[in-house]
Every structure is written in C-alpha cells, then in structure tokens.
C-alpha cells in the first residue's frame, strides 16, 4: 500500500482544514490518521475500518473531527473543525492490512509522508 496525504497548510485558531490521503493498494486496508506535534511523540487521531463502518477517534479530536473514506477513489479524508494551536502537528495517514481498527502506530504496516498543519492563534 502506497500513501500520499495532502491538505495541510496554515489556518487560524477556530478554523477548519480537510486532508486527504490518496491510497494505491490492492486489498483491503484500514486507515489511520496520527499526528506528531513539535517535540512530542506520535498521537492516535483517528482510525476508519475499510467498510467505514467502525470509526475511532482520540478524544482529543471527538466532536471537532471527522474521518471518512471513499473507497472508489482510494482516498480518506479528516475534516477538522474548530481547530486551535494544540493541534499543529504533522499529520500522517497510515495503512493496516487487518481489517479492525486500531490506536497503536506500531500496527500499522504503511504510512504516507506526513502533511504539516499549523494553528495560528
């Protein structure tokens, strides 16, 4: 599975951004989004199984972004909203061949270059 995320960019405090991760795989794959913050470690957003059917989110995230995908055009999207400084990180989209979603990076077998989203306030 090849990942390539897009999207990123500067936004103000309160904002909202969508990225995407465009996908070239040939089975079936769960998604997961993570971010990594300057200084700190990677961090869990969110995941969406491939039938979209099971979504998790980090409660850091719940309520303010949203994880979808469109399987016939290999692509998943994170809608943020109401976006604020403790959310500028860079984002990667990750690929799982198993098929449950799930909250650790190891898991994930691929991984997309990430996308830089910064919050001004």
């Known amino acids: 599975v090849q990942l390539q995320a897009s999207g990123g960019g500067l936004v103000q405090a309160e904002g909202s951004l969508t990225l995407s991760c465009t996908a070239r795989a040939s089975r079936r794959y769960t998604i997961g989004w993570f971010r990594q913050a300057p200084g700190k470690e990677d961090e869990f957003v969110g995941g969406?199984?491939?039938?979209?059917?099971?979504?998790l989110y980090a409660d850091a995230v719940k309520g303010r972004f949203t994880i979808s995908r469109d399987n016939a055009n290999n692509t998943a999207y994170v809608q943020m909203n109401s976006l604020n400084a403790e959310d500028t990180a860079v984002y990667y989209c990750?690929?799982?061949?198993?098929?449950?979603?799930?909250?650790?990076?190891?898991?994930?077998?691929?991984w997309g270059q990430g996308t830089l989203v910064t919050v001004s306030s």
């Open positions: 969406i199984s491939w039938s979209g059917g099971r979504i």
């Open positions: 990750a690929a799982d061949r198993e098929l449950a979603v799930t909250t650790t990076a190891v898991n994930y077998e691929y």
